[in-house]
């Protein structure tokens, strides 16, 4: 089974600025994507796609390939990513000695706690199932049935999924989880034949809090930090 790792990373991210290189533990997020792919079972090559010329060089920096750029239209705020996974699938089935590759993964660089653990249960959950694509996810205790409201253009409130009957208390409201881009594992056919990530059959790996960080704000990033310094405080601190 040949599974190969992505990184989708844009230059121009706009919740905050240059994310995909900024440091967390004076490495780059890309970096952290990289090193965590690479130490998967599975996976012993990571391409990354992206338009912009440093993320490019710094992925190369950590191990990762660039065998090409990505073109600027699948690099705007508005394209959907799907277009990129896309066009990285159709480049390596034209140009790659191994573009007939089983399984397509992608860890995003907005994740860095993640563990390579995380990546391998996607992977054995596709290669194990009729899946065309698992992803992780989080239990969530927000709700759109008992705790998460819409508010219309008179800012009147309304709970953004009304069910028949009324809960009271959370634990009697249905289950949701959160999807956290920790890792996407999807037949390759499946990228091609499918235009959204819920196409086909899609199953999940549940994903314990503690690594379910995803990156988008500056505010993400902060939390993200103090969690991965007190995770490196409290390991240096267990070292005999
Ligand atoms: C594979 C994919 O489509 N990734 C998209 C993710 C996921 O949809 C989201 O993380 C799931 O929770 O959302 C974005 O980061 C976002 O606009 O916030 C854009 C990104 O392209």
């Not at 066009?87 to 993964?105: I, K, Q, S, T």
């Not at 995003?108 to 993640?114: E, K, Y």
């Not at 409201?173 to 999807?179: G, H, L, Y």
Request: net charge negative; charged share 25%; glycine share 4%.
């Amino acid at each position: 089974m040949k599974a190969i790792g992505f990184i989708f990373a844009r230059g121009g991210s706009k919740g905050l600025p240059r994310k995909n290189v900024k440091l967390l533990g004076g490495k780059p997020l890309i970096a952290h994507a990289v090193e965590q792919a690479l130490a998967s079972t599975h996976i012993n090559r990571v391409i990354v796609s992206t338009e912009d010329e440093e993320i490019a060089r710094v992925a190369r920096e950590y191990g990762a390939e660039t065998p090409f750029m990505r073109p600027a239209e699948l690099a705007t705020d508005a394209a959907p990513e799907r277009l990129a996974w896309r066009h990285a699938v159709e480049y390596l089935r034209a140009n790659d000695p191994d573009g007939d590759f089983d399984v397509f993964v992608s860890v995003p660089a907005v994740a860095p706690l993640r563990s390579p653990e995380d990546i391998d249960a996607c992977v054995n959950k596709l290669v194990s199932t009729d899946a065309d694509t698992v992803f992780t996810v989080v239990k969530t205790t927000r709700s759109p049935f008992f705790n998460m409201v819409t508010l219309d253009a008179q800012a009147n409130v309304r709970i953004a999924v009304p069910l028949d009957s009324t809960i009271t208390r959370r634990q009697d409201a249905p289950s949701c989880w959160d999807i956290t881009p920790l890792c996407y594992a999807s037949r390759p056919d499946s990228i091609l034949k499918y235009d959204t990530l819920f196409g086909g059959v899609v199953k999940a790996v549940e994903v314990p809090v503690e690594r379910a960080f995803d990156i988008d704000t500056p505010w993400d990033f902060r939390l993200t930090e103090l969690i991965y310094n007190d995770l490196h405080k409290r390991q240096a601190m267990e070292k005999p």
